[in-house]
């Protein structure tokens, strides 16, 4: 089984609508990231987690909202999708949080806003 | 602030020529870089990374990197390109800041031609 999993793999919605995307991950690490690729962009931060207690905005956190519930599971939401937010979304975890640490991401969520 | 640049957006290659990919960074501090390789369809994988000690860092499925400080560069190559090679590979260096969240560069698409 997968050490990071995302859920769902692809989704279209309509603008306007309230959608989540979830991650859950077997690795044991207190850090989670979301990512943001655009195709030419490369992956641009949204949202990090040190702990469930602890949630911080990355680089383009704007129209995102995310939740914690458990140190396994990071869930990002956005509550009002528009066209522009059409993207792959890919979750991350490390483990104890040094600038070596390796992040370990997910497979992936095309995500489709009309 | 640390960022990195990566020179040439899709690079083409002959199956058996020399791998090079270009990455440059920029950091105010030593940085720790990374290589990720994105396979169609699939999530980020760790190709290498460098953190202290040695300059030359070798990867998996055969591919090595080569810190340079005075050049602020750390070049991805393979002797010798197979199929299976063809991919989207991302140089990133740690952000030091954002929970040691990845800065990642746009990317460079690797084609491989019979």
């Known amino acids: 089984d997968a050490d990071v999993t995302q859920t769902p793999r692809n989704r279209i919605t309509k603008t306007g609508k309230r959608i989540m995307l979830e991650c859950s991950q077997t690795?044991?690490?207190?850090?989670m990231y979301w990512y943001r690729q655009d195709p030419g962009l490369g992956l641009r931060l949204i949202y990090y987690?040190?702990?469930?207690?602890?949630?911080n905005k990355g680089e383009i956190s704007d129209g995102y909202s995310v939740s914690r519930q458990a140190q396994a599971k990071f869930s990002l939401s956005l509550e009002s999708a528009i066209p522009n937010q059409t993207a792959l979304y890919f979750c991350?975890?490390?483990?104890?949080?040094?600038?070596?640490?390796?992040?370990?991401f997910g497979p992936g969520t095309r995500l489709t806003v009309l | 602030a640390q960022s990195v640049t990566q020179l040439g957006s899709h690079v083409s290659v002959s199956e058996g020529a020399l791998v090079l990919l270009r990455c440059n960074y920029s950091?105010?501090?030593?940085?720790?870089l990374f290589w990720y390789v994105q396979y169609p369809n699939q999530g980020l994988q760790l190709l290498l990374k460098?953190?202290?000690?040695?300059?030359l860092v070798k990867g998996i499925n055969g591919f090595e990197a080569e810190f340079k400080k005075s050049e602020t560069s750390f070049h991805l190559t393979k002797p010798s390109a197979h199929m299976s090679d063809a991919a989207e590979y991302f140089c990133?260096?740690?952000?030091?800041?954002?929970?040691?969240?990845?800065?990642f560069g746009k990317g460079t698409s690797l084609l491989v031609t019979p």
């Open positions: 991350a975890t490390s483990s104890v949080g040094f600038s070596t640490d390796t992040q370990y």
């Open positions: 690795k044991g690490h207190d850090r």
């Open positions: 987690s040190f702990d469930v207690k602890d949630i």
């Open positions: 950091s105010s501090v030593p940085p720790y």
């Open positions: 460098y953190t202290t000690g040695a300059t």
């Open positions: 990133a260096v740690s952000g030091g800041s954002s929970g040691y969240a990845l800065n």
